[in-house]
């Protein structure tokens, strides 16, 4: 088992950024693709962005391109969603996940280990 705990989200203005980072620990021996999801009020659960282990293999939205930036520091057991020049468009739950399969996708049913959420709403 891994578990995923999430920090840093928050309330911020339009045009603001924030760090999300997200903590392994368990099975953190296994180098597990990991990925950020989000999830806004009513909607479905998107993905926004993922790297694999050696962060050779990087994907993203293609709304996320050039705002956002996913990065991973092995030694901590720890990624990041780096997300500039938020919208309130951004405003939802953001979760971290860890895909089991070992493969670096986009799609939700490929992550078997997820945590919480946190949480960014951002004003106008």
């Known amino acids: 088992q891994v578990q995923l705990v999430e920090y840093g989200g928050g309330l911020v203005q339009a045009g603001g950024s924030l760090r999300l980072s997200c903590a392994a620990s368990?099975?953190?021996?296994?180098?597990?693709?990991m990925a950020w999801f989000r999830q806004a009020t009513g909607k479905e659960r998107e993905f926004v962005a993922a790297?694999?282990?050696?962060?050779?293999?990087?994907l993203y939205v293609d709304s996320g391109k050039g705002r956002f930036t996913i990065s991973r520091d092995n030694a901590k057991n720890t990624a990041y969603l780096q997300m500039n020049n938020l919208n309130p468009e951004h405003t939802a739950v953001y979760y971290c996940?860890?895909?089991?399969?070992?493969?670096?996708?986009?799609?939700?049913?490929?992550?078997?280990?997820w945590g919480q959420g946190t949480q960014v709403t951002v004003s106008s």
């Open positions: 368990g099975r953190t021996s296994i180098t597990f693709p």
């Open positions: 790297m694999n282990w050696s962060g050779g293999r990087v």
């Open positions: 996940a860890a895909a089991g399969s070992m493969r670096t996708s986009e799609y939700v049913d490929e992550y078997d280990f």
